[in-house]
């Protein structure tokens, strides 16, 4: 486990995931929000964000959290030696969309670029949470299938399988970066 790739639908625990997972095995943790946006939520150009993308995905160790761009995501997948894919059901995205909704008042989210508005990003969070579904969804989960066969897949569909897929690694005793 040196390139870890997390990925999957709005809301699903992503980003939360992705610290804990760089805490645990030590590798560096690239927040793809952050390398898209800078404060108060302004886009960097396409062409400063592909370059910063194939920066860190030239790196030999990594955590990736997020979606990116489709011009990015795929290649990343490629050269991830780990996928971790959060498939939670459609519901569980919503409700957890709006709970960062509701304590993004009281609390900015964590890995959010500074500044970021709350409420504009919320929104577009919902109207992303049914296209992905839609569309790439079902790409995701024929990938990961197929991946199975020469990557390390970690594909998780529960609240309780994040939690004992952090816990497995909280009791593994071998080093992560080989």
């Keep these: 486990m040196k390139r870890v790739a997390v990925f999957g639908n709005a809301g699903g625990g992503k980003s939360q995931l ?3 997972l760089a805490d645990l095995t030590g590798l560096p943790l690239h927040i793809l ?3 898209q946006f800078q404060a108060g939520g302004v886009p960097v150009s396409p062409e400063e964000y592909r370059q910063a993308h194939a920066a860190i995905v030239a790196q030999d160790t990594w955590v ?3 979606f990116g761009s489709l011009e990015t995501l795929w290649p990343r997948l ?3 030696d780990t996928l971790v894919y959060i498939d939670l059901p459609l519901a569980r995205h919503f409700a957890w969309v709006t709970k960062r ?3 993004g008042y009281f609390t900015p989210p964590p890995g959010w670029p ?3 508005p709350l409420l504009k990003s919320s929104l577009t969070s919902y109207q992303v949470l049914w296209l992905c579904h839609q569309k790439l969804t079902p790409k995701y989960r024929e990938y990961v299938a197929k991946a199975s066969a020469t990557k ?3 594909h998780l569909r529960s609240a309780q399988q994040i939690r004992d897929f952090l816990a497995t690694l909280q009791t593994a005793e071998t080093p992560f970066q080989t």
């Design 18 to 20: 992705s610290r804990q």
């Design 33 to 35: 929000d952050k390398v």
């Design 64 to 66: 990736i959290d997020g």
């Design 78 to 80: 490629e050269a991830a």
């Design 101 to 103: 909704l509701v304590m």
């Design 114 to 116: 500074e500044n970021t």
């Design 152 to 154: 390390q897949v970690y």
